[in-house]
């Protein structure tokens, strides 16, 4: 895993009296073994992975619970986990990046919502929505809304977090109904403390089992008739239920101040941006004290209207603080006055944003025109206003005095295995003209920027063979679609090969097999080398797809740039019809140095010989065209003056972070570029072996060029 808790965890021990300190993600996992979890389990995906990479490690302290923990091969399997909740009193917890994941769960979550649940079950979402999320920019919401599953937003602080899991369990089970509780990037990464209690052990686990299954109860079964019934059940008892627990045990708070006849309603999640824009305009103190009431929705569906009558009541304005589309809360709020006849202005889209994240400039901005529009009594609105100007005036002036940055569009680690493919991919281009690339989700997509900029579509994880199926038939060149291990085993091999097999398609399809689930931290997946456990889960690619029916199917080493190229342009070219398989195997270069370093540090303690190879460009021979650059798109290659005062152009050189992967090597030999490129290995704890090599070759280049054997050899 890319990030080891193990020393964390153990402040999960901590109990009643003592106080918790750490990050977000470590305080929902200490809640969720304070609430007596049964069971736990997700997928891996920002901002939730370490969740689960937590879980993990915390696996010893969870066995001396009873809980039982499980590594969900996609979302759905995890969604379909919390059916163990529908018929028996287990409280039980699953995470997933949203809104991607909850795309693939909707199936399992629609049947869990529909009979509803015994135990609580909570699905802990990784909202990747705003600034540096990496999927499509849509709300969890609408789940939320559509499956009457309630949806809990905590305000960003450690007890605020804490007391939302343990109250949302009793919430789910008081309203027999799931709960979803949304984490932003920055609620996972936020630290702080908060007063600890001790773990329980669910009513039913690991270690007091069930003696059997409960009386046959159609009711429990999300299939017709009883769907009807339950579809009733959801509105006219669960909801109720749900509102009426929401207003008795204060999940939703209330920050009162003196500025009241005006408020703002806030999504739990935005509510320390909304205080801090507050604070900068001098309207609250650094701890959240208040001038302008908000009401801070932890739970922001189901909302219980007597909170919004009662709140907005003696208002005659109201700013809704709602990120994202479409503004379901705002429109509730009016729907609700509306019915109870109130009559409080509710401002909310328009002063804010419709879309993107409510980041500090734009609520400094919407909230500086929501007191300039209302005119509390009490202040000076164009003062405050004037405020907010001055900061974001201060921002600009920092910004032109910076200048323009340059862009850092993220790219393939130094080293990474799956560059060389993509290196590969132009080369052939280059030959056999452009052809489509089917996209997926993983570190490959990097190949989507520059120097590549390859990739026509992505449809979703592991989907790439699937998006090509219409584009195959219709296109004279072969589609080229590219999954990952990780997208493979999550659907790719369902939902691609599956129906391409069934179907007779053809295609080519590049599994990059890295071993990981690398863009989410390295976590294992089914045909990795190792497992949590430690042996090899033991499933294999190849055999799986030949086991499946594929014929055309080929294991390719990626750094091999020339085997790849010649590989990949039989896959295009062949008479065969069918599906083209080609497994690209390269272990992830990041999973192996954080595993090669380790291992090299205690060598040379050991005083044993270690090498290490590294690459350079011999600034004589290079022509500065720099086509090795565009090709591989390397970190480690750059450009630096050209040491000869006849040339004025640049000259490529290779930089201390090379991990020596041999790729512009390959490269350069492979699209018959130059060859400046020489291989060095950094020897040491030398032997009396390399010693004497080292002199004897020495001695011969100085033979060789004249150097009376004081030539420099690079070792
Ligand atoms: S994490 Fe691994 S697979 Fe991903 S870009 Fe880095 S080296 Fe490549
Ligand atoms: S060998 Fe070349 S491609 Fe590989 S890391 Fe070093 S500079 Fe980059």
Redesign the pocket.
Known sequence: MERSFKKEVQALKLGDGETFHGEGILAVTKALLQSGVSYVGGYQGAPVSHLLDVLVDAEDILSDLGVHLETCSNEASAAAMLGASINYPLRGAVTWKSIVGTNVAADALSNLASPGVVGGAMIILGEDYGEGASVIQERSYAYALKSSMWLLDPRPDLPSIVRTVEKGFELSEASHAPVMLELRIRACHATGEFAASDNRKGIVSGLDKLAGPPRFEYGRLAHPPVIFAQEKLKIEERLPAARAFIREHKLNELIDGDLNDVGIIVMGGLTNSVLRVLERLGLADIFGASRVPVLVLNVVYPLVPEEIREFCATKRAVLVVEEGHPDYIEQAVNVELRRADIQTRVLGKGLLPNAGEYASGVLLNGLAAFLTETRPNGIDADAVAGKARDILAARAKTAEALGALPARPPTFC??CPE?PVFSAIKLVQREIGPTHISGDIGCHAFATFAPFSLGNSILGYGMSLASAAAVTPNMERRPIAVMGDGGFWHNGLITGVESNLFNKGDGVLIVMQNGYASATGQQYIPSSAASKEGPAPGMDIERTLRAMGVKWLRTVRTYGVANMVKTLKEAMRTAERGLKVIIADGECQLARQRRVRVQDAEKLKRGERVTR???GVDDEICTGDHSCIRL?G????TVKPSPDPLRTDPVAT??E?????????E?AHAAVLCPS?YRAEIVRNATWRDRFVHRFRQIVIGWLGGYNGRAVVKT
Do not use: A, E, Q
Request: hydrophobic share 30%; net charge positive.
């Open positions: 130094t080293g560059r190879t590294r690459y591989s390397c970190p480690s290659l290779v930089i972070s090379c991990v020596g992967c041999g790729l512009c090597g490269v490129f």
